[in-house]
């Protein structure tokens, strides 16, 4: 399958920034320039730059020549992709390590966003992710043990367990996600290759289905470098549709009405 142009454009000038060749602050060619050195028009020159505006990498238009505002790019809720997914689009290529995964009691806190019984059992797997080969984010996830079973004899290091679940009939309907910053612990430090105690980005995620009752419970830890969040707040005559960023920083929990949720 051919990857559409825009989207080789954009990858390219994504690496650009990421390499620091163009610099947060600098200028990026102007469209005329980017269709000249691309020999191609400026349709797909003109999408690539939207998408890179949309990833919080570059601001300005209407005219003037686009600026670039960050070297990672973020990701808005409106939006919100799986890790597989935006890896993909954004020029890298995903992987999965499974390190562990039980069937076991979880610990009271997770239990108890579950609405388990305290002896009931539950799926729990820690996961790295990767990005181009190098470690990217650790995800530590425990599903009701109905929802997971099917989990322990599945190739996680395939892809996207929320891919497979929905092809199992699961139903993941929404999310409640929630940010902050947390120290790297011992396995944090193994696994994602950062020194003891360095801050991490921080995702504590609670999955329902359409009924409302809670069938996963994750906690994933993002290398900073590779993570950033965008918070736009969009006044609207609802209150209840309020926009915000993925909460790798402090973005708030999408309301009701707005229910993406990722897949991992």
């Not at 570059?58 to 003037?64: F, H, R």
């Not at 290091?157 to 891919?163: F, P």
Request: glycine share 8%.
């Amino acid at each position: 399958m051919t990857t559409p142009l825009h989207r080789v454009l954009a990858s390219e000038l994504r690496q650009r920034i990421r390499s620091g060749e163009i610099a947060v602050g600098e200028s990026l060619p102007s469209e005329s320039q980017l269709c000249q050195e691309f020999s191609v028009s400026r349709g797909p020159i003109r999408q690539a730059l939207a998408a890179l505006r949309d990833e919080g990498l570059i601001g300005g238009g209407k005219g003037k020549r686009p600026v670039v505002l960050d070297a990672v790019p973020s990701q808005p809720f409106e939006s919100f992709l799986s890790f597989t997914r935006r890896a993909e689009i954004t020029g890298h290529v995903p992987g999965q390590q499974l390190q562990e995964i039980a069937l076991r009691r979880p610990e009271p806190a997770v239990a108890a966003a579950l609405q388990l019984e305290p002896d009931a059992l539950a799926v729990q797997l820690l996961r790295l992710r990767l990005l181009d080969g190098r470690p990217a984010m650790l995800e530590r996830m425990t599903y009701r043990e109905q929802i997971g079973r099917s989990l322990l004899d599945a190739d996680l290091d395939a892809g996207s367990i929320y891919a497979y679940l929905t092809e199992q009939g699961v139903d993941l309907h929404a999310a409640r996600h929630t940010f902050d910053a947390v120290a790297a612990d011992p396995t944090d430090s193994r696994l994602l290759e950062v020194g003891e105690g360095a801050p991490l980005l921080r995702e504590r995620r609670v999955t329902t289905d359409s009924a409302g009752t809670p069938l996963e419970c994750s906690e994933d830890r993002y290398r900073p470098d590779v993570a950033s969040v965008t918070v736009t707040n969009t006044r609207s005559r609802r209150a209840d549709v309020t926009r915000s960023g993925p909460a790798w920083t402090g973005a708030a929990p999408p309301g009701p009405g707005l229910r993406p949720y990722p897949e991992t």
